[in-house]
């Protein structure tokens, strides 16, 4: 999957020097702007924000429809499948990407990764209504995302790392005093978001229920109990959903041989990794490469 700056080169076709920065990045967006960047969603290593100003937007989102209305933040972290189905032609929104490596890297991960995924271990969806006065202390950090990636600051990166922190800090304040009483348990919600942690870390290796269950010191079947009992679906569903993005994204953007790209995803051998692509795609990987 692409970072933010590949990304920015590879499928978007800017010049490198009109790229604002490689790990953070902020900018307004309206209904066509969105719908492209959907189509590329399966291509984005990146954690992303979306505050509704202005219309509405439609997405299903784990098999259910939700509707985006201004005051809604939208929170999307990589692996999981959305389809934007529908919008207004007034959309607008401001959007803050950030590259998931750095954030996995940043000091404050457990915070972080609580962030993303507290939405959806609470109300089983990735998003947060917020007061008016909220709103506006998110959209100053992300309009200053917007200033501070197109000037000339000494230290820009580190600016922006800094305002990235601000806004999840934030962020993460809201969601605390919108939770108030857990829906589930705490060790119920941090066992899943510990879950989402290792996911993207180990997926190519790690195909097995028990890799994940043994790193959270639970049992197999209770790992399984608590991902379903949040989201509806299964560790398989989520380890399959992630090893289907990564196929794709290797189809599309390289010529490796598909035997490569088997060993690659750690498949046991090319025979495999097609029957696999063929039953999560609906299409064998070869005729997916001559379409893409």
Same mark, same amino acid.
């Given at each position: ?40 969603? &399966? ?28 005051? &809604? ?134 195909? &097995? ?84």
């Amino acid at each position: 999957m692409y970072a933010i700056k590949d990304f920015f080169l590879s499928v978007i076709g800017a010049d490198e020097t009109d790229i604002p920065s490689s790990e953070i990045t902020c900018s307004q967006t309206d209904i066509r702007l969105t719908f492209y960047t959907n189509q590329m969603q &399966d291509t984005l290593a990146a954690y992303t924000y979306t505050l509704v100003e202005q219309g509405w937007l439609t997405l299903i989102y784990n098999g259910r429809q939700l509707t985006l209305e201004p005051g &809604d933040l939208y929170i999307y972290s990589p692996g999981f499948q959305v389809t934007i189905v529908g919008g207004s032609e007034d959309y607008r929104a401001i959007c803050l990407m950030a590259d998931e490596g750095m954030t996995l890297q940043m000091p404050t991960i457990r915070d972080i990764i609580r962030t993303a995924y507290l939405p959806i271990a609470e109300w089983g969806q990735p998003v947060v209504h917020i007061t008016e006065a909220d709103l506006r202390r998110l959209s100053r950090h992300m309009h200053d995302v917007i200033e501070y990636q197109q000037s000339a600051h000494r230290f820009r990166a580190e600016v922006l790392r800094t305002l990235y922190t601000l806004f999840l800090l934030d962020l993460t304040d809201i969601q605390e005093r919108a939770v108030g009483s857990h829906k589930y348990g705490e060790r119920t919600t941090e066992i899943f978001i510990g879950f989402m942690r290792l996911l993207p870390k180990h997926f190519v290796q790690h195909h &097995d229920i028990a890799f994940y269950a043994s790193q959270l010191c639970i049992t197999t079947t209770h790992l399984s109990r608590v991902v379903r009992q949040i989201t509806g679906r299964t560790v398989v569903d989520y380890i399959n959903q992630m090893l289907l993005m990564e196929a794709s994204f290797l189809l599309q953007t390289t010529d490796l041989p598909l035997a490569t790209i088997a060993e690659r995803l750690c498949f046991a051998d090319q025979s495999s990794f097609s029957k696999f692509f063929l039953r999560m795609k609906s299409i064998n990987p070869k005729r997916f490469r001559m379409e893409k």
